[in-house]
Nanobody, 126 residues
Framework: QVQLVESGGGSVQPGGSMRLSCTIR??????IGWIRQAPGKQREGVSC????????YYSDSVVGRFTIIRDSRGTTIHLQMHNLNPEVRGVYYC?????????????????????WGQGKQVTISS
């Protein structure tokens, strides 16, 4: 059974930092990353990392402030977020490309993310 188990999230003040983590169980993947769902907005791809070569992609809204990394076994990824502002708040979903297209796919850059975790709330508030 494929599982994406997310941790982290919560509330932070503007300008603060936060880390999200995602542990992958039961599957390999071609790429894996994060998708954000903000209130009243469409889903937005945030960042992903490719399994074959660790290439990364970041959306314009987070480039230079967020970093995505994988552990050496590729079973856990982290999204380190710095200088947070209210524009990046929302529910962050870990999602992966299993090589099959699902109707949940979100595409951005080279990322094609279909299979999602449960999501973690990120709130930026003073």
């Amino acid at each position: 059974q494929v599982q994406l188990v997310e941790s982290g999230g919560g509330s932070v003040q503007p300008g603060g930092s936060m880390r999200l983590s995602c542990t992958i169980r039961g599957s390999g993947y071609y790429s894996i990353g994060w998708i954000r769902q903000a209130p009243g907005k469409q889903r937005e791809g945030v960042s992903c990392i490719a399994a074959a070569n660790d290439n990364t992609y970041y959306s314009d809204s987070v480039v230079g402030r967020f970093t995505i990394i994988r552990d050496s076994r590729g079973t856990t990824i982290h999204l380190q977020m710095h200088n947070l502002n209210p524009e990046v708040r929302g529910v962050y979903y870990c999602a992966e490309d299993l090589g099959e297209r699902y109707n949940t796919r979100v595409s951005f850059g080279f990322c094609r993310l279909d299979y999602w975790g449960q999501g973690k709330q990120v709130t930026i508030s003073s």
